[in-house]
């Protein structure tokens, strides 16, 4: 019952009256400092009142719990050295780490808490010694691994066509070979070695990949934009197709351009997933997963269905005609691509000149780039732009969040050996096994004196101000006519102001 309303105080909205309750109802608690203390038992959700506070961005009541977790070492004149329990908060061996519940939370008062201290210095301090090399080795290992995929499939094994053309419009000249003739020669061999590093790193990302997915969830790891939901739909696409082709080529079955394409594609795509490291490159990342799943995808329904009309309208048309004249909509396939370059304005109206063109062609174009071209490309445009006018507030917010995700993430894949345990173990000064970080905090009293001295003159001003507008809207006809006095009243009252502010300056120096 008391850890029940111990949760239900970290919701409340009263701030301060939830603070006093929750230390009165632990002042009742037998069990303070031992394993079944009340602060230590989770709820349905597997959330402690600590963890709870950080997930719904309760900061008041977050540094009221970590004001009673601090431990002062010493202080000597303006700096003061503070120890922090990270019990909760270090993602170091935690199934549901804080930082993690943190960032794949969609309240955006929980990401505020990053900036607080400690998680402000603890993240850095892990971003900083381990994080960032990290990542950006397994960026350098990442885009070399791409590099020897894309010369694996540069010098895939082909040769020469042998049968004859179907049709006039029959353009291919090789074809692939089959597998007891891909691998003869020296070449053949060096490529084998890539191919065989391409499907280990295939596999390896899966097996990376599918345990986070049955630990997460499915939806919140793959919609998450802070987690690299996107980026992980793209590399598990990637590792795919790797495997489809590499059936394909094991069962010489024709077509492995297909799959090869798409993983070629996806996994250079991927590579902006490691733009998230720098603060240069990182935020533009955001706003392009924002407009591509937000704004582009509701456009593309809107796209395809005026593609799909027209370019039905155009293969109507011109199903009459001679193909080798007007060659862009011979079938329909053709047309729906037509259409589309036609749409992105890639291509001008493919009309041949030379020829009678049919007269509905003229009436169906001119409406179609009054629709798509002069409307539904403006409207994107302006779609994006509202996009990014929203994000931009809050991408650099967004960025930290990502970059704490990303030290999360590598703090669990990595052994052990490779990332050790940040902080300070409490039996160094007596305070038990559990592990604390050091911070070092100055404080610089004449910013303090001066920052009282700012806020009394803020206070007087604001009185001053309001009292006008009061006197303005009781007395607005009388003081349109009495001018002058009002001029030399605010004046008087400004100086009195002032000399109230440098009197109290004086009396504290």
Known sequence: LGNTVLHILVLQPNKTFACHMYSLILSYDRNKDGPGSLELIPNNEGLTPFKLAGVEGNTVMFQYLMQKRKHNIWSFGPLTTVLYDLTEIDSWAEDQSFLELI???????????????PVKELVSLKWNMYGRPYFCFLALFYILYMVCFTMCCVYRPLKPRTGNRTSSRDNTIYVQKMLQE???????????????ITVIGAVV??????????????????????????????????????????????????????????????????VMYFARGFQMLGPFTIMIQKMIFGDLMRFCWLMAVVILGFASAFYIIFQTENPENLGQFYNYPMSLFTTFELFLTIIDGPANYDVDLPFMYSVVYFAFAIIATLLMLNLLIAM???????????????????????????????????????????????????????????????????????????????????????????????????????????RNTSRTSSHRGWEILRRNT
């Open 103 to 117: 960032v794949s939370t969609k309240k955006r008062e929980a990401r505020q808490i990053l900036d607080l201290t």
């Open 182 to 196: 891909s691998y003869l020669t020296y070449e053949d061999e060096l490529r084998l070695v890539g191919e065989l």
């Open 205 to 270: 990302i899966l097996v990376l990949e599918i345990p986070d997915i049955l630990r997460v969830g499915a939806a919140k790891y793959f919609g998450q934009t802070i987690l690299g939901g996107p980026f992980h739909i793209i590399v598990i696409t990637y590792a795919c197709m790797i495997l489809v082709t590499m059936v394909m080529r094991l069962t010489s079955t024709n077509g492995e351009v297909v799959p090869m394409s798409f993983a070629l594609v996806l996994g250079w795509c991927n």
């Open 384 to 490: 994006m732009g509202d996009t990014h006018w929203r994000v931009a507030h809050e991408r650099d917010e967004l960025w930290r969040a990502q970059v704490v995700a990303t030290t999360v993430m590598l703090e669990r894949k990595l052994p052990r050996c490779l990332w050790p345990r940040s902080g300070i173990c409490g039996r160094e000064y007596g305070l038990g096994d559990r592990w604390y970080l050091r911070i070092e905090d100055r404080v610089d009293p004449n910013k303090q004196k001066m920052m009282r001295y700012t806020e009394a003159f803020k206070a007087q001003d604001r009185d001053t101000y309001d009292k006008g507008l009061e006197k303005l809207e009781i007395n607005r006809d009388f003081l349109y006519r009495k001018e002058p006095s009002a001029l030399s009243l605010s």
